[in-house]
């Protein structure tokens, strides 16, 4: 099931039908009568395409209950934001992919939204309206880590500017300095030609943990790495709060010695 149902801290049983052409409906079953709250919970493995009809038609089944009131708190988790990077028009012909679903998220009418990790929380700026909560990095970060993680970091790296705000409260959380990285990009593509290191940090027998929200195919990470343990490096550590890893985690063996995440996105990993 990629969608859960909660109400009144229990978890409600939803019935989803899957039809020979691809069409879905779902059915609720057993909702008390007059709860405080109802809270659906998106899965992050969902496809992207499917988040917004299965919440569109879940909303709908829980508006045809005839035990439930559909004027209660209505509360929806949704970990990773649908089309997050995509938060301007980048080329003529372009749509804002972002823009239009946080319009159609605000006319949702939920009484709050929780979101892990927003890439841009400027973009949602622009939608005044829309009642959400971020849950920070750092919490997430802190929610991610095994219960016998003890790694003692040198360091915390953030790989380009926009990170370093985000990278710095989990250096503060870790008490350990921070320093971020730039970036080269070819001014035609946009495409990243590589990173560089911060001038004048020793990183011999250095262990350095790399925060960030997002790791798609991991090539920045994997070129990053490369240059941390050339530099002398012993361990280089990796924490996303949204891994997809669209290329698998093999390419990262060698150069990441460990990573953690908060969820994985979409259907890459298992």
């Known amino acids: 099931m990629t969608v859960k149902l909660i109400s009144d801290n229990k978890e409600i049983p939803v019935n989803m039908i899957e039809f020979s052409d691809g069409a879905i409906t779902f059915k609720v079953d057993e909702l008390p009568e007059n709860p405080n709250y109802i809270s659906i919970h ?17 909303t709908d089944a829980i508006k045809h209950s005839t035990v439930c009131s559909y004027t209660r708190k209505k509360i929806l988790h949704l970990p990773y934001l649908l089309y997050g990077r995509a938060d301007r028009i980048f ?77 710095k409260t989990i250096a503060c959380y870790l008490d350990v300095d921070v320093y971020n990285c730039g970036k080269e990009r070819d001014v035609s ?27 798609d195919g991991g090539f920045t990470f994997i070129k990053l790495a490369e240059q941390i343990k050339d530099a002398g490096a012993k361990q280089v550590d990796l924490y996303v709060t949204h891994m ?27």
């Open 244 to 270: 997809i890893g669209s290329k698998g985690l093999d390419t990262f063996k060698g150069l990441i010695d460990n990573i953690y995440c908060h969820h994985v996105v979409g259907k890459y990993l298992t």
């Open 91 to 167: 080329e003529k012909g372009n749509g804002n992919p972002l823009h239009e679903f946080l319009c159609w998220l605000d006319s949702k009418n939920f009484d709050e939204v929780f979101i892990c990790d927003i890439h841009n929380p400027k973009a949602i700026l622009e939608h005044p309206d829309l009642r959400y909560t971020e849950v920070s990095q750092l919490d997430c970060f802190k929610n991610s880590l095994p219960s016998n993680f003890n790694t003692n970091y040198d360091f915390v790296l953030a790989p380009d500017k926009g990170s370093v705000e985000k990278a």
């Open 42 to 58: 998106v899965c992050p493995t969902t496809p992207v395409y499917r988040i917004r009809e299965e919440i569109d038609l879940l």
């Open 189 to 215: 593509t946009g495409k990243i030609i590589r990173s560089t290191l911060p001038e004048g940090v020793d990183f011999t027998d250095k262990t350095v943990l790399i925060p960030d929200d997002l790791c």
